[in-house]
């Protein structure tokens, strides 16, 4: 295979790239406001082979985790899934500071939702929320499980910075057409959630 460069001197000046490359750019297909919403949920199909979700400021109205959970009926959230969390953190205090893994956090074939911010819930002051973002691969394969990556940042309840790495996969062949996302108490108070396509 021969190799594609870009003949630019700068990359400031850089306007297209070599006709040979192609792929890995960000579609933007949905963008949910919650205000006081009990969920928000996304359809998917098999226009794009990953998902990219990106979390603006998720404001509960009662202190708790933000959750996510699959459908492969457009019915059930259900999805059996297999995950591992681990976090770093640091209070505003400078008094408490660790990297752990969650045991609470993870999910051995269960069907819950999956916690998104686990190492702490949420606070209702109106400074704290949660950001990040959620990668799902190749939800429409009816050959591979479904794996998924997230990555967050809260401002928990103590108050402290929280840095939680959630991963693992739905064990389904089937695909996956519907991604819910709510809180594990209360309503989505306020955050804006948006959907990507990875081309």
Known sequence: MALKFAVNNSLSAITSLPSGISGGALNLISTQTASASASL???LDDSYDSYVFK???IHPSTNSYT???CTTDGTNY??????TVFSGYHDEADSF????YFTSGDQAQG???QNLNETDNVGTDNDMSMSGSLTLYNPSSTTFVKHFLANTNSVGVEPLSANVYTAGYFNTTNSITGIKFQQSSGNIDD?????????
């Open 41 to 43: 949920e996304f359809s």
């Open 111 to 113: 069907t819950s939702f």
């Open 78 to 83: 259900n999805t059996t899934i297999t995950s």
């Open 55 to 57: 979390f603006y400021n």
């Open 97 to 100: 500071t660790t990297l752990q």
């Open 67 to 69: 959750q996510f959970q």
């Open 191 to 199: 955050g804006i959630i948006k959907m990507y396509g990875v081309a």
